[in-house]
């Protein structure tokens, strides 16, 4: 069974940064991609940034493009997504999300795609 555990969510002030992590066990293929999403208050959930286990290709939603760095350690099976410039509209619960690939170079970027998830994680900016 695949399993998804968010950690490193708080509360930081406008120009912080914060990683969160994604620890992911029961893959049963090395050919998958760990999308981060987040759901706003009021909002629908959507999608911030995602990456492959093998090739490493990466998407970012334009709303986080040069604040927010996504990356993986393979060996421990754990993906992080470093957020920095944090602004308050940042604030939300990220979930991790698991897909398994059959083309390493095509990741998805829409939720839907997703088929596990996990609990999430709140990250609160002050202003």
């Known amino acids: 069974e695949v399993q998804l555990v968010e950690s490193g969510g708080g509360l930081v002030q406008a120009g912080g940064s914060l990683r969160l992590s994604c620890a992911a066990s029961?893959?049963?293929?090395?050919?998958?991609?760990i999308g981060w999403f987040r759901q706003a208050p009021g909002k629908e959930r959507e999608g911030v940034s995602c990456?492959?286990?093998?090739?490493?290709?990466?998407y970012y939603a334009d709303s986080v493009k040069g604040r927010f760095t996504i990356s993986s350690d393979d060996a421990k099976n754990t993906v992080f997504l470093q957020m920095d410039s944090l602004k308050p509209d940042d604030t939300a619960v990220y979930y991790c999300?698991?897909?398994?690939?059959?083309?390493?170079?095509?990741?998805?970027?829409?939720?839907?795609?997703?088929?596990?998830w996990g609990q999430g994680t709140q990250v609160t900016v002050s202003s």
């Open positions: 990456i492959s286990s093998s090739e490493g290709v990466t």
């Open positions: 999300a698991a897909h398994f690939l059959r083309d390493p170079w095509l990741i998805p970027t829409n939720q839907e795609s997703y088929e596990y």
């Open positions: 029961g893959l049963i293929s090395d050919n998958y991609a």
